[in-house]
C-alpha cells in the first residue's frame, strides 16, 4: 500500500497521477491538499510515504510545500509532477531538496521513479535506526559502567555501617548474656538495641539493593555460565518492585529448577525488561485489581521456564505479529525505544532459548522466556552457613583498604591476630621489600594510587610464596580488566559488605 499526499489543484491531473499509479501496480490511499495548512495537518495527523507536488497553485507552490516539510523535520520522498516546470526551475527544485521531478505529459517513468526513492528512503530509515541502536546501546554501557562505579563506592562506606552495627548487636548479645537482668531493666539501652537492630535491617536493604545493581551493571563480559534463575527473578522483582507496588499485586510461583546455561547480567535485562513491560501494562492506581504473577518451572521437553504473566491490556493479533521487531513499541514517544523486546529476544536466542508470548487484547500478556540447562553446575554460591573455628595460633593480618574505616572494622574484628593496616598498598610492599612476612593479606581490589590487581602483581614478583595468601576485598568489579583478574586468578574473593563470620573464618582457616 502506498500512502501519499497529493499537493494538487486540478482533479483531472490528480486522477491522472492516481491511474498512473495504480497502473503502475500500486494500491493507493491519498489525501489531496491545496494550501500549506491543509498540508501541515495531513502531516499531523497521518503517515505517509511519499508527497507528489504541482509546482504552482493559485493557493500554494511546490517551493512552499517542501518548507513544510523541512519544518516538520520530515524524510519523505518529495516529487514534483507539473505541466510547467523547466529544465531550469527543476535543477533549482531539486537543490532546494525534491527528490525527483516529471512533466504530465512524461508520466511512464514515474513508477520506476516511485519504487526508486521509496528504496533509499527505507534504507535511510535503516540506517538512521542502526544509528539510533548504537547510541543507545553505548549509552546503556555507560550507565551500566556508573551504576557499577556508584554500587563501588556505596560499598566502601556500607562495609563499616554494616561491620560496626553487627559488632554493636554481638556486644548486647554479650550483655544480655552476663547480666541479663540489669539489662532487662535499663529500658533506655533496650530501646538502644532496637534501634540499631533497625538500623542494621536498612542497611541490608540498601546491600541488596547495590547487589542488584551490580548484577545488571555487568556488561563487560558475555561469557555463559551456571546461572541461578530464581536468584535473577528475586532480583528483578526488587528492582521492579515500586513500579509493580502501584499497579498490582505480585504473584510468585518458584518451583525448583536446575541451573541455566546463560549470562547473569543479561538474563536478568530480559527478566527485567518483562516485568517492567507487565507493570506499564497496567494503569497506577488500581493494584488490588490487577495481578503480575511470576513462575519458575521445568517444560516438558526439560527447558527451564520463566512464566512473566499479566492482567493488563493484552494486545491485538496486529501488535502481536510486530511485537519482536526493532524500533516497534506501543507506548507514548519518550516513554519506549521500541528497542527492549528485540534485544531480549535476540539476548535469549544466544542463550539457545526462546521466548513466546499469549495475549489476547484486554485480557492481559504472558511471556515465557525458555532456557537451557548448564551442562557444568558448578557455580559460585553464596555462604548458607559459616563455622568460625578458633585460630590454631595468633597470625599476622595485612589489611589493605583505601577507606580508613573498614581497616578499623577489620582490626576490630580479628582482634585474635595482629593486625596491621594501610590505606596505601606502596606502603604495604615497601614492608615486604624490608622484610616482613604476613600470614593472609586482605587487599581491596579498586584504589587509587595502586590497585590490587597492580598490587598483586608486583608482590607476586619480590615475594612469590606471599602471593596465595592474598584474598580480595571487592566494592565490585566494575571495569573488564579487574572482572577478567579475578576470572584468572585463583585467590579467594570477599564481597563487600562482607559478613564478619565470613571474613573471620577466612583468616582463621589461614592460620
Known amino acids: 500500500m502506498l500512502r501519499a499526499i497529493i499537493v494538487e489543484d486540478s482533479d483531472d491531473d490528480t486522477e491522472l497521477l492516481r491511474r498512473e499509479l495504480v497502473r503502475g501496480g500500486f494500491e493507493l490511499v491519498f489525501e489531496r491538499v491545496q494550501t500549506a495548512p491543509d498540508l501541515e495537518a495531513a502531516i499531523?495527523?497521518?503517515?505517509?510515504?511519499?508527497?507528489?507536488?504541482?509546482?504552482?497553485?493559485?493557493?500554494?507552490?511546490?517551493?512552499?510545500?517542501?518548507?513544510?516539510?523541512?519544518?516538520?523535520?520530515?524524510?519523505?520522498?518529495?516529487?514534483?509532477?507539473?505541466?510547467?516546470?523547466?529544465?531550469?526551475?527543476?535543477?533549482?527544485?531539486?537543490?532546494?531538496?525534491?527528490?525527483?521531478?516529471?512533466?504530465?505529459?512524461?508520466?511512464?517513468?514515474?513508477?520506476?521513479?516511485?519504487?526508486?526513492?521509496?528504496?533509499?528512503?527505507?534504507?535511510?530509515?535503516?540506517?538512521?535506526?542502526?544509528?539510533?541502536?548504537?547510541?543507545?546501546?553505548?549509552?546503556?554501557?555507560?550507565?551500566?559502567?556508573?551504576?557499577?562505579?556508584?554500587?563501588?563506592?556505596?560499598?566502601?562506606?556500607?562495609?563499616?555501617?554494616?561491620?560496626?552495627?553487627?559488632?554493636?548487636?554481638?556486644?548486647?548479645?554479650?550483655?544480655?548474656?552476663?547480666?541479663?537482668?540489669?539489662?532487662?531493666?535499663?529500658?533506655?539501652?533496650?530501646?538502644?538495641?532496637?534501634?540499631?537492630?533497625?538500623?542494621?535491617?536498612?542497611?541490608?536493604?540498601?546491600?541488596?539493593?547495590v547487589r542488584d545493581v551490580k548484577l545488571f551493571a555487568r556488561s563487560g563480559s558475555e561469557e555463559h555460565a551456571a546461572v541461578d534463575v530464581r536468584r535473577v527473578v528475586d532480583s528483578s522483582l526488587r528492582m521492579a518492585g515500586n513500579e509493580i507496588r502501584h499497579r498490582a499485586q505480585l504473584r510468585t510461583d518458584f518451583a525448583p529448577v536446575p541451573l541455566v546455561e546463560a549470562n547473569e547480567s543479561r538474563l536478568g535485562q530480559v527478566v527485567l525488561n518483562l516485568i517492567m513491560n507487565a507493570a506499564q501494562s497496567i494503569p497506577e492506581g488500581r493494584a488490588t485489581d490487577n495481578a503480575i504473577s511470576i513462575a519458575t518451572m521445568v517444560a516438558e521437553d526439560g527447558r527451564v521456564?520463566?512464566?512473566?504473566?499479566?492482567?493488563?491490556?493484552?494486545?491485538?493479533?496486529?501488535?502481536?505479529?510486530?511485537?519482536?521487531?526493532?524500533?516497534?513499541?506501543?507506548?507514548?514517544?519518550?516513554?519506549?525505544?521500541?528497542?527492549?523486546?528485540?534485544?531480549?529476544?535476540?539476548?535469549?536466542?544466544?542463550?539457545?532459548?526462546?521466548?513466546?508470548?499469549?495475549?489476547?487484547?484486554?485480557?492481559?500478556?504472558?511471556?515465557?522466556?525458555?532456557?537451557?540447562?548448564?551442562?557444568?553446575?558448578?557455580?559460585?554460591?553464596?555462604?548458607?552457613?559459616?563455622?568460625?573455628?578458633?585460630?590454631?595460633?595468633?597470625?599476622?593480618?595485612?589489611?589493605?583498604?583505601?577507606?580508613?574505616?573498614?581497616?578499623?572494622?577489620?582490626?576490630?574484628?580479628?582482634?585474635d591476630h595482629e593486625v596491621t593496616t594501610t590505606t596505601n598498598a606502596l606502603d604495604a610492599l615497601e614492608w615486604v621489600t624490608q622484610g616482613r612476612r604476613f600470614d593472609v593479606i586482605l587487599c581491596d581490589l579498586m584504589m587509587p594510587s595502586l590497585t590490587g590487581m597492580e598490587f598483586y602483581a608486583e608482590l607476586t614478583r619480590i615475594a612469590p610464596e606471599l602471593g596465595p595468601r592474598v584474598v580480595f576485598l571487592t566494592g565490585g568489579a566494575f571495569t573488564p580488566r579487574a572482572e577478567q583478574f579475578l576470572a584468572e586468578v585463583d585467590n579467594l574473593r570477599i564481597d563487600k559488605p562482607f559478613d564478619l563470620d565470613v571474613l573471620t573464618a577466612a583468616v582463621n582457616d589461614r592460620m
Open 44 to 209: 499531523r495527523h497521518g503517515e505517509w510515504d511519499i508527497i507528489f507536488s504541482d509546482w504552482t497553485m493559485p493557493q500554494f507552490s511546490a517551493p512552499r510545500a517542501l518548507e513544510v516539510v523541512k519544518q516538520q523535520e520530515l524524510d519523505i520522498p518529495f516529487i514534483i509532477v507539473s505541466g510547467t516546470i523547466g529544465e531550469d526551475v527543476a535543477v533549482e527544485a531539486l537543490r532546494s531538496g525534491a527528490n525527483d521531478f516529471f512533466p504530465k505529459n512524461r508520466l511512464t517513468l514515474l513508477v520506476p521513479a516511485v519504487e526508486r526513492e521509496l528504496r533509499e528512503a527505507a534504507l535511510r530509515r535503516e540506517r538512521a535506526q542502526m544509528q539510533e541502536q548504537l547510541v543507545i546501546s553505548d549509552r546503556m554501557a555507560s550507565i551500566g559502567i556508573l551504576a557499577a562505579g556508584i554500587a563501588h563506592e556505596i560499598n566502601n562506606p556500607l562495609t563499616a555501617v554494616i561491620g560496626n552495627l553487627d559488632l554493636a548487636i554481638r556486644a548486647f548479645a554479650e550483655l544480655k548474656t552476663s547480666d541479663g537482668r540489669r539489662l532487662g531493666e535499663i529500658s533506655a539501652l533496650r530501646a538502644v538495641e532496637d534501634e540499631v537492630r533497625h538500623a542494621h535491617e536498612g542497611a541490608q536493604r540498601i546491600r541488596n539493593v
Open 305 to 415: 521456564v520463566v512464566e512473566v504473566r499479566d492482567s493488563g491490556a493484552g494486545m491485538s493479533p496486529e501488535v502481536k505479529k510486530s511485537l519482536f521487531m526493532p524500533f516497534f513499541t506501543t507506548k507514548p514517544v519518550g516513554v519506549g525505544t521500541g528497542l527492549g523486546l528485540s534485544i531480549c529476544l535476540r539476548i535469549i536466542s544466544s542463550m539457545g532459548g526462546s521466548i513466546t508470548v499469549d495475549s489476547e487484547l484486554g485480557r492481559g500478556s504472558t511471556f515465557r522466556v525458555y532456557l537451557v540447562p548448564a551442562r557444568d553446575v558448578t557455580k559460585s554460591a553464596d555462604v548458607a552457613e559459616v563455622v568460625v573455628r578458633s585460630p590454631s595460633r595468633r597470625g599476622a593480618v595485612l589489611v589493605i583498604d583505601d577507606e580508613p574505616a573498614v581497616g578499623l572494622l577489620v582490626e576490630m574484628v580479628l582482634s
